[in-house]
C-alpha cells in the first residue's frame, strides 16, 4: 500500500498555535528539561499556594514513585469555573443536546458555578468530606458533570461508573473502593430506549455488605418509576432546594487524589486507576488546547461518554480549565437517523469534532448522502481517539466529514496517562492516515523488542514510555504492588503501554494494538480474563477462553470458547443464555459476538490454554497455527476448526 502523505493546509499554518518547527523546537525542549519545561506549563492553571517543586519522579524497580508540582496547592473545579467567572461567566461553558433532537440546553459559566455549588452543598450535607470516594452511575446529562465537579470542589475523589455497566460491575467498584454516596438518575436515555440506571444501582447495593452505601442521591431524567429506600435515597431537585449556590472550592495539594476509573487489564479484576490533582490538569488543559488547537470561542465537541476517561479528560477537565464551550451528547450516532452527528454539529456550529473509529464506520456504512445533507461550514479540525483507526476510515473522514479542509488527529493514549501522549498537532504536522504521529511535548515513547532492547529508527516492537508526564496515573487505589507489577515490571525503568507499534523512517508511530489479553471492543477496553470469569461464573460452564477477533465496525469483537460441564447438551437455546448470561454480568459491551462450545480446549502439558492457537482459529487463519507440537493433545486443534463460528 502507498503512503499517502497530507501537508498541513495552509491556512493552518498561519492560524495554529505552531508549525513544524515551532512543534520540534517546543518538543525537545520539553524532553532536554523537563523542570524548567514543566515548571513554566504549570502556571496555565491557578494555584492558592504556588509550587516551588516540579518533577519528582522514579520509574526504579520496586520503588515508582509519581509527583508533579507536589507542595502546589489549588482546585480543579475553581480552575474550571470560578476563575473564569470575571472575564466569562455569560459564555456558554456547556452546551447539552438531548437524546431527543428537540432537546438542548447551554449552561453559561455563572450558571455552571451556582449548579455545581449547589450539587456539592447536597453532598456536604450528607457528610461528604475531602478524599472519600463517591460513585456516579448517570446517563450524558449537565448533573453527570456537576456531580464531578462538585466532587474536585469539596475534594471527594468520584469514581465515574459506565451507565453501561451492570449492577455486578457496579457493586464490585463500589466495594473497591469503598463508597458510601452514590450519585445516579431515575433512567437515562438512549437511542430513544430507556436505561434503567436506579433499578440497577439498587440491585448492585443488594449485592454489596450491607452498611456499606449512605447515600443514593437520585436526579430526575426521565420521571419513570423508581423505589426510593426511605432514609437512603433522596431525589436531587428536592435536596438542591434545600441549600444555597455557594460552597467553598477546598484547598487541594497538587497530589491529592481527584479520581479513581476502574480499568481493564489482562489479569484479574478491573484496576481503580488513580489520577491526581494539579499534574492531571495541567496536562488536560495543555493537551486540548494544542492537540485541538483550541482558541477562545470556539465550539468543541467530544462525543465520548463521562464513564471513560476521554470524557473525563476531553469532555470535563480540559475544556473547562480552557474556558471552552464543551458540547455533551446525551444520545447515540444513530438516533433518529444516521444524520445525527452532521445536524447537532450544523446545530451548534461545532468547529472541533472528537470521535471514535467504531461511529466512523458505522456511519461511513450508510453511505455519503447523510453527511452531505447538512452543512459542516463551522468545522475546522477532526479528532479520533480510542482503537487505531483503518486507513479508509480515515480516508473518509477527512474527504466526506471533514471536505478535505479539516486535518484530522489521530490521538493515542489511555486512561492510565490522564491525556493524549501521541497525536499530530494540527498547524504542524504531516499527516499519515493511520498514524498516531509524533509524540506530545514531555513525552518520550520508545520502542522495544520482547527483551527490552531499545530499538532505533524504523522498526516494529512493544510501546514503552521512557519517563514520567504531569497526566499519568499515581497508583492503582489501593494496591500499589499492582501498579508496579503491571505498567514496571515487564521492562524495568520504563512504563509498559501494553500495546504493540510500529515507528516509520520519518518517526511517525503507528499503534498496531494491544499485546496483552486485553481486546478493544468498539473502543472499550475489555479484559478476555473478565468476560472468561463471568463465564465460568454460569453452572453450566466447566470452562472458557475469550480472544478478539477482526470485526469491521467495532474493530474487534469477542470469540468465546466455551466447554460446558460433562453431561450438558451444547444447544443454540444454551448459546444464546451464556450471551445474555454475560451482557447480564458485566454490561452489554461485554457480550460475546461468536459462542462456540469446544469439547476442550488446546492446552501445553502443564495444562496452560495456549490462546495463540484459539486467536488464530478465530481470526480464520487456520494455515497459520504455528508450533503445536507442545500441545497435550494436538487434536483438539482440529476440532475446534471444523466447528468455528461463522463471522457475522
Ligand atoms: C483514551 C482511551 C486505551 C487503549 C490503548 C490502545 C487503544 C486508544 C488509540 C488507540 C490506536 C489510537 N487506543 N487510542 N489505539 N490509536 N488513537 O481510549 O483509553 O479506554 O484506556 O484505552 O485504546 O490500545 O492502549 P482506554
Known amino acids: 500500500m502507498s503512503e499517502k502523505i497530507y501537508d498541513v493546509p495552509p491556512e493552518w499554518a498561519t492560524r495554529a498555535y505552531l508549525d513544524d518547527h515551532g512543534y520540534k523546537t517546543k518538543y525537545e525542549a520539553s524532553v532536554r528539561d523537563p523542570e524548567t519545561f514543566w515548571g513554566e506549563e504549570g502556571k496555565r492553571i491557578d494555584w492558592f499556594e504556588p509550587y516551588t517543586k516540579v518533577k519528582n519522579t522514579s520509574f526504579a524497580p520496586g520503588a515508582v514513585s509519581i509527583k508533579w508540582f507536589e507542595d502546589g496547592v489549588t482546585n480543579v473545579a475553581w480552575n474550571c469555573i470560578d476563575r473564569h467567572l470575571d472575564t466569562r461567566g455569560d459564555q456558554v461553558a456547556i452546551i447539552w443536546e438531548g437524546d431527543d433532537p428537540s432537546e438542548s440546553r447551554h449552561i453559561t459559566y455563572k450558571e455552571l458555578h451556582d449548579e455545581v455549588c449547589r450539587f456539592a452543598n447536597v453532598l456536604r450535607n450528607r457528610n461528604v468530606e475531602k478524599g472519600d470516594r463517591v460513585t456516579i452511575y448517570m446517563p450524558m446529562i449537565p448533573e453527570a458533570a456537576y456531580a464531578m465537579l462538585a466532587c474536585a470542589r469539596l475534594g471527594a475523589i468520584h469514581s465515574v461508573v459506565f451507565g453501561g455497566f451492570s449492577p455486578d460491575s457496579i457493586a464490585g467498584r463500589i466495594v473497591d473502593c469503598g463508597s458510601r454516596v452514590i450519585i445516579t438518575a431515575d433512567e437515562g436515555l438512549r437511542g430513544g430506549r430507556k436505561v434503567p440506571l436506579k433499578a440497577n444501582v439498587d440491585a448492585a447495593i443488594a449485592k454489596v455488605p450491607a452498611d456499606t452505601v449512605d447515600h443514593v442521591i437520585v436526579v430526575r431524567r ?147 448522502e447523510p453527511v452531505k445533507k447538512t452543512s459542516r461550514a463551522s468545522l475546522r479540525l477532526l479528532g479520533s481517539v480510542g482503537e487505531p483507526i483503518n486507513p479508509e ?47 506530545f511535548f514531555g513525552v518520550i515513547p520508545q520502542v522495544v523488542d520482547a527483551e527490552g532492547n531499545i530499538q532505533e529508527g524504523a522498526c516494529e516492537g512493544n510501546l514503552v514510555i521512557a519517563d514520567s508526564w504531569p497526566g499519568q496515573m499515581r497508583t492503582v487505589y489501593g494496591d500499589h504492588e499492582r501498579f508496579m507489577q503491571t505498567y514496571f515490571s515487564t521492562y524495568p525503568n520504563k512504563y509498559f503501554t501494553g500495546d504493540g507499534c510500529r515507528r516509520d523512517a520519518d518517526g511517525y508511530y503507528w499503534i498496531t494494538g494491544r499485546v496483552d489479553d486485553v481486546i478493544n471492543v468498539s473502543g472499550h477496553r475489555m479484559g478476555t480474563a473478565e468476560v472468561e470469569s463471568a463465564l465460568v461464573a454460569h453452572p453450566k460452564v466447566s470452562e472458557a477462553a475469550v480472544v478478539g477477533y477482526p470485526h469491521d465496525i467495532k474493530g474487534q469483537g469477542i470469540y468465546a ?87 457475522k
Open 222 to 368: 426521565t420521571g419513570g418509576a423508581v423505589d426510593m429506600t426511605p432514609g437512603r435515597d433522596v431525589w436531587y431537585d428536592e435536596a438542591a432546594a434545600l441549600v444555597t449556590h455557594e460552597c467553598p472550592a477546598t484547598p487541594m495539594n497538587a497530589e491529592d487524589p481527584l479520581f479513581i476509573l476502574y480499568t481493564s487489564g489482562s489479569t484479574g479484576s478491573p484496576k481503580g486507576v488513580l489520577h491526581t490533582t494539579g499534574g492531571y490538569l495541567v496536562f488536560a488543559s495543555m493537551t486540548h488546547q494544542y492537540v485541538f488547537d483550541y482558541h477562545e470561542g470556539d465550539v468543541y465537541w467530544c462525543t465520548a461518554d463521562i464513564g471513560w476517561v476521554t470524557g473525563h479528560s476531553y469532555i470535563v477537565y480540559g475544556p473547562l480549565a480552557n474556558g471552552a464551550t464543551t458540547v455533551m451528547f446525551e444520545g447515540v450516532p444513530s438516533y433518529p437517523s444516521n444524520g445525527r452527528f452532521w445536524e447537532v454539529i450544523d446545530k451548534h456550529k461545532v468547529n472541533i469534532f472528537y470521535t471514535a473509529p467504531t461511529a466512523i464506520r458505522a456511519l461511513m456504512q450508510s453511505g455519503d
Open 393 to 439: 476510515a480515515w480516508e473518509w473522514y477527512h474527504r466526506v466529514v471533514g471536505e478535505e479542509r479539516c486535518p484530522v488527529v489521530d490521538t493515542w493514549w489511555q486512561t492510565e496517562t490522564g491525556g493524549i501522549l501521541i497525536t499530530p498537532l494540527p498547524g504542524a504536522t504531516r499527516l499519515k492516515p493511520g498514524s498516531a504521529t509524533r509524540p
Open 561 to 647: 470458547y466455551v466447554t460446558l460441564m460433562s453431561g450438558v447438551e451444547p444447544t443454540e437455546e444454551l448459546r444464546k443464555e451464556l450471551v445474555t448470561w454475560v451482557r447480564r454480568e458485566i454490561g452489554p459491551i461485554a457480550s460475546p459476538d461468536l459462542l462456540q462450545f469446544a469439547p476442550s480446549l488446546p492446552k501445553t502439558r502443564s495444562g496452560k490454554i495456549m490462546r495463540r492457537i484459539l486467536r488464530k482459529i478465530a481470526e480464520d487463519e487456520f494455515g497459520n497455527l504455528g508450533d503445536t507440537s507442545t500441545l497435550a493433545d494436538p487434536t483438539v486443534v482440529d476440532d475446534l476448526i471444523s466447528h468455528r463460528q461463522n463471522k
